[in-house]
C-alpha cells in the first residue's frame, strides 16, 4: 500500500486536562534535575559550561495546568495515522504531538508501551503531564510545557514523492519555532523522523530536545548502547560517572534491578553511531538511532521498589504492564542546555523501528558482545548510511510548505511573534487566523501602543516577558492592568525591585487578588514569612469579596474563572499561613472554598496539614485512614510521607508510597 497520512480519532478513557491556573507562574515548580555548585565544579568543563547555561528562572510565559483530576471518562482525541504496508504510526496532535502507538504489521507487535488510560500527573515544566508512546521534548530541562498542548499539524510533501506529517509550533520559554516530521516510506519497517529548531532572533538562545521513548518493561527486558559509562543521576540530586552495565552489584542495563527511579545518561562515543534499543526476553524490541547531531541517549528506570511500581500505576490504571523510557537528546544530559546562535538552526534525522537479535547474545554476561550483535542487527536492518542518506533527502523538504488544509491547529502565540519579528519561517507558517482572545491584547499593544480588553474583566489575562514585549508595557499608558503585566515581567528578567514598584502602582489603581498575590510571592522570596501571609489572605479574602459581589449574575466562564482563582489562591496562601503560624486562618481559607473544590485531594492533605498545626492529630490521621488522592501531586514531592511521619511511627501505607528515593 501506498503510504497515507490521514485523520482518526483514538478513544481512550481520560482526565481532562482542566484550565490553565491564572496566577503566573513567578517560581519554577520544582524540577528535579538540578545540581549545587559544588557538583557541577566537579563535571568535564563542556559538560559544566551547559549545565549552568541559561537555566529557567519560571516557565512564564506559559500557565501552569494542574486543575485535573483522577475521573477518567471514555473520550475521543484527535489523531492522525501515519501508514505504510508494514507501519502504522498514531500521533496525537493535541497533546504535544505524542507519537501514541507504532504498531509494526508484519509480525503484529506494538513497538511502544501505549498507555490505555490519558491520566494526567504533575511531571511537566508546567505541570500536567501523561506517560507512554514517544514525546518531543524541548524549551528547558524537563518535560515540556507543550505535553498537553495543541500542536500545528499538516501534510507536507515527502522526499519519496508521497505525503509525510508535518507537526510544529513556537516554544515560548525560549522563543524557539520547531517542526517534527514523520515520513514513513513506501515498503520501510522505519520511521524517520525530521526534526528542526530555529532562531530566528539576533541574539543567541539557549536550546534543549529529548526525544522520549516509552517502551514495555519486563524482568527480562535489556537496554543496549553503545557505552561503556553512563552518568547515574538519581533523586538525591547526584550525578557521578559510573560503568556500564554493572554497578554495586547490579546489571543496570535491566531497568527492574535498580531499586529507585533513576537516569543512565550513556558516553556515547563520538565516532560512533547514535542508537539505543529496548529488547525483551526473545531479543525483540524497539530501536532507535539518529544522525550524529543528537549525541545523547539515556535509559530512565522507575526501579523496583514501592515508590517506583506507585509512580507506575498512578499513570494508567491497575494491571497494566510497566515501563522504561530510552531517550535521545542534543547533550550529553538532561540537565545541559545547548547554545544555537543567531539566526542558525539545528536538524537531524531520528528512526525508529522493530530490532530482532539472538537472545542468546543480548542477554549474554559479555556486555561488548552484546552491544555488539545489537549493533550488526540494526546495521543489516537499516544501514547509517542509509540514515545519513535519508537525512540529506529530507533536508530539501523541510521548508516545503503545507499542503490542503491543517490536520489540527496549534496556538496563536507563533502568528503574534511573527507579527511582532516579520520573520520569514518557510515550512512553519503561522498564520493571521491562529490568533485568538488570548493574543489580541497584545496585538493591539504592538499595533496602537496599549493593551487591548483582557479576557474578562476578572482575569487579567497571561502576560507576555520577552524584553520586546517588556519594553512595549513599559512605554504604554500606565493603568492596573498594565502594571501589574509590566511587574510581571519585570520580575521574570530578575528585576524584582522593579516588578514590586509596578504591582504597588497596580495595587494603588485597583486592588485585584492577581496583584495582590504576586507582592505576597515576592515578600516570601525577601524572607518576610509574615508579611507575605497577610497579603495571601487579603488575595484570598478579596476574590470571596468579589465572587460575593457578583453572586448569582456570575455564571458560565466567568464563575468557572472565579472558582479557578479561588483555588489556586488557596493552594499556595494555606502553606504560606501555616509558615506564619496562622493555622486558624489557613483554616478559614480552606472554608472559603467550594465543598466539591474542599473534595479535592490537594486540598484534603491541606486540610490535614492545617489539623497538625493546630494539634488536632488524630483528625489528621482520620483522614488519611479515610482515604484521599492528591492528583497534583509533583515528582519527588515528600509531602505524604513527612505528614504520615508527624502522625504516627508506624509504616508508610502504600497507597501514600511516591518516595522516589532512599529515605
Not at 524482568?219 to 543521576?233: G, I, Q
Not at 544530559?333 to 544555537?340: A, C, I, K, R, Y
Request: charged share 25%.
Amino acid at each position: 500500500m501506498a503510504t497515507t497520512v490521514r485523520s482518526s480519532t483514538l478513544t481512550l478513557p481520560a482526565a481532562p486536562v482542566g484550565p490553565g491556573n491564572p496566577l503566573p507562574a513567578l517560581l519554577p515548580l520544582d524540577e528535579m534535575h538540578t545540581l549545587d555548585e559544588r557538583e557541577r565544579a566537579a563535571l568535564p568543563p563542556e559538560m559544566a559550561r551547559q549545565v549552568g547555561y541559561a537555566p529557567l528562572r519560571s516557565v512564564l510565559p506559559t500557565r501552569l495546568l494542574d486543575g485535573y483530576g483522577r475521573r477518567r471518562t471514555v473520550t475521543g482525541l484527535e489523531a492522525v495515522v501515519v501508514e505504510n504496508d508494514r507501519l502504522r504510526a498514531t500521533v496525537l496532535p493535541g497533546l504535544g504531538g505524542r507519537v501514541h502507538s507504532l504498531h509494526h504489521k508484519p509480525t503484529g507487535r506494538e513497538l511502544l508501551y501505549t498507555n490505555p488510560v490519558l491520566q494526567p500527573a504533575c511531571f511537566a515544566l508546567n505541570g500536567a503531564w501523561f506517560s507512554g508512546g514517544i514525546e518531543w521534548n524541548i524549551g528547558a530541562t524537563g518535560h515540556t510545557t507543550l505535553s498537553c498542548a495543541p500542536l500545528h499539524a499538516a501534510r507536507v510533501p515527502a522526499p519519496d514523492g508521497g505525503e509525510m506529517l508535518r507537526l510544529w509550533e513556537w516554544e515560548r520559554l525560549r522563543d524557539t519555532p520547531f517542526q517534527v516530521d514523520l515520513w514513513l516510506p513506501e515498503g520501510s519497517d522505519f520511521l524517520h523522523v525530521g526534526v528542526r529548531i530555529r532562531n530566528p532572533h539576533d541574539r543567541t538562545v539557549p536550546v534543549y530536545w529529548w526525544s522520549n521513548i516509552a517502551v514495555p518493561e519486563h524482568e527480562r527486558t535489556r537496554v543496549l548502547v553503545p557505552a561503556e559509562e553512563t552518568w547515574h543521576f538519581g533523586y538525591a540530586r547526584t550525578l557521578r560517572r559510573i560503568p556500564v552495565p554493572e554497578w554495586e552489584g547490579a546489571d543496570r542495563s535491566y531497568p527492574l534491578r535498580s531499586v529507585f527511579p533513576a537516569d543512565y545518561f550513556y558516553e556515547v562515543p563520538g565516532d560512533a553511531r547514535k542508537w539505543i534499543a529496548s529488547l525483551d526476553e526473545h531479543g525483540r524490541g524497539l530501536v532507535q538511532t539518529s544522525t550524529d547531531l543528537l549525541r545523547g541517549r539515556k535509559l530512565f528506570v522507575w526501579g523496583s521498589g514501592p515508590g517506583g511500581r506507585r509512580w507506575q500505576r498512578w499513570l494508567t490504571e491497575e494491571g497494566t504492564p510497566g515501563y522504561a523510557e530510552i531517550q535521545a537528546g542534543l547533550a550529553r544530559t538532561q540537565l545541559e542546555h545547548v547554545p544555537l546562535e543567531a539566526g542558525g538552526e539545528f536538524a537531524w534525522l531520528e528512526s525508529y523501528g522493530p530490532l530482532e537479535a539472538d537472545p542468546a547474545a543480548v542477554h549474554g554476561p559479555d556486555w561488548g558482545a552484546a552491544r555488539g550483535h545489537a549493533a550488526e542487527r540494526l546495521e543489516e536492518a537499516l544501514p547509517r548510511a542509509a540514515v545519513d542518506a535519508a537525512f540529506a533527502a529530507w533536508r530539501p523538504y523541510a521548508d516545503a510548505a503545507p499542503e490542503g488544509r491543517p490536520l489540527a491547529r496549534g496556538s496563536g502565540w507563533g502568528a503574534l511573534e511573527v507579527a511582532h519579528g516579520g520573520f520569514a519561517l518557510p515550512g512553519t507558517p503561522f498564520t493571521e487566523d491562529t490568533l485568538g482572545p488570548e493574543q489580541r491584547p497584545w496585538l493591539e499593544l504592538l499595533h496602537g501602543g496599549a493593551l487591548g480588553p483582557g479576557p474578562s474583566g476578572a482575569d487579567p489575562g497571561p502576560t507576555l516577558v520577552a524584553p520586546h514585549w517588556r519594553e512595549l508595557l513599559e512605554a504604554a499608558p500606565a493603568d492596573a492592568r498594565t502594571d501589574y503585566h509590566l511587574g510581571v515581567a519585570q520580575w521574570h528578567a530578575g528585576d524584582r525591585s522593579q516588578a514590586v514598584r509596578s504591582w504597588e502602582r497596580s495595587l494603588r489603581a485597583a486592588e485585584t487578588p492577581q496583584v495582590l498575590r504576586c507582592l505576597a510571592v515576592a515578600e516570601q522570596q525577601a524572607g518576610e514569612t509574615g508579611r507575605a501571609a497577610g497579603l495571601y489572605l487579603r488575595a484570598v479574602e478579596r476574590a470571596a469579596a468579589d465572587a460575593d459581589a457578583t453572586g448569582t449574575a456570575a455564571r458560565g466562564a466567568g464563575a468557572r474563572f472565579r472558582r479557578t482563582l479561588s483555588a489556586a489562591l488557596a493552594r499556595e496562601a494555606v502553606p504560606a499561613l501555616l509558615a506564619a503560624d496562622r493555622a486558624a486562618q489557613a483554616a478559614e481559607v480552606l472554608a472559603l472554598l467550594d465543598p466539591e473544590v474542599r473534595e479535592h485531594g490537594r486540598f484534603r492533605l491541606l486540610r490535614a496539614r492545617v489539623l497538625v498545626a493546630s494539634g488536632e492529630r488524630e483528625a489528621a490521621r482520620a483522614l488519611f485512614d479515610a482515604g484521599f488522592e492528591v492528583p497534583d501531586l509533583r515528582e519527588g514531592d515528600e509531602i505524604l510521607g513527612e505528614t504520615w511521619a508527624e502522625l504516627t511511627p508506624e509504616p508508610l501505607p502504600e497507597r501514600y508510597d511516591f518516595r522516589m528515593r532512599p529515605s
